[in-house]
């Protein structure tokens, strides 16, 4: 059995605070990804593309969307190829208008709860090639393992496990609600071929043998979504060597370039082209960047003679507009806060004044010899912890890199 996994399409993601272009080619970009792997899964002659959840991002579902995924579901079945779409947290079975609804054509087998489901792939002559097992979410916030519900597998072909679940294990899981939680322990003696999982967005193997996959996210949606996006092409027909190819498909990435060699910038111009000297950099190291578009964050951090400019929402939206053409981007947000004066700190540290007194505080509490006695917790504002051990590790942590940061705020007047 040969098939195409997919996960976590979140169709019509409403996208909101962002440009309406912007968010328009986002939702249309999440399309073009799916299309993509219709296309992979009828080029690659596949006998079936599995969908593992999250499939629509929400309730609402767009008449373009209905009609996209009905016409793409044609395509499939004008080549003989089976769809099985076990349904997850964002898009359960039990809603009023979900994807249960729509006029499927009968290649498709959309499996809503968690009622187990066992679905016969064939080639297009009818010839069986395995099974695909799956089940669903009937609501948004599945507690039970499903996985434990699903039947143990015959041996006479291939089986694939297809799911949305959060494995514990998983990288990224944290992230994630805990919904449908399972043990990648059991996932491994379950005794099927290949786990096709959704719900943690970070593509990753779990284990190799079975092979045990997060497809992740089919198109990037948000910053913390970055680097290549796609579909796996899995191929079980050698059931002791089972291959799974990773095949980039997202027409939109999400990067975020951070530029730092600023102390001698002192101009728009000159800070455009070291933002674009780094991003250029960066995309020559990394494969895979060619015909897509960018969704880019420059982060602006260390001493630069701009600093205080670079405070003001209105030149940083100037600059975040003019990177955008100059980088060729779908977007660019520039996030500054971590910019601060081109200072010998070491001077000020030395200074009987109130930015002295602050560093060398900082410079205390970063060595552990102060006690924090005389900070009210009351004022430390989403601490909450009875600890003092704990919190004063916590201003540590705080105080890092701050010296920079310390003195920008005492020395812009604008600063509140
Ligand atoms: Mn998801």
Redesign the pocket.
Known sequence: MRFVHV??V?LDTPFTGRSDAVRRRLRDASREAFRRAVDLAIREEVHALLIA??LFDGDRLSFTTERFLLEQAGRLADHGITVVYAT???DPGSSDTGPRLLDWPSNVHVVGDATPSKVLVTTRSGEAVGYVNAIGHAGPSESDDLSRALPRPAADLPEVGLLHTQVHSSVGSAD?HPYAPSELTYLLRAGYDYWAL??V?LRQELADDPPIWYAG?LQGRTHAERGERGALLVDLTDRSGPTVAFRPLAPVRWETVTVDRLDSVSSLDELERQVQVAWENQRSSESGAADVEWMVRVVLTGPCPLWGTLRGDEDRDLLASELREILGALEVTVLSEGVHPVLALDDHRERVDVLGEALRLAAAVRAGDTPLKNLDPADLVGIVTDEPASLARYVRELLEDADGEIAAHLLDPQSS
């Open positions: 996960a976590d979140h959840g999250d997850g947290n964002h994630h959704g719900h967005h996210s």
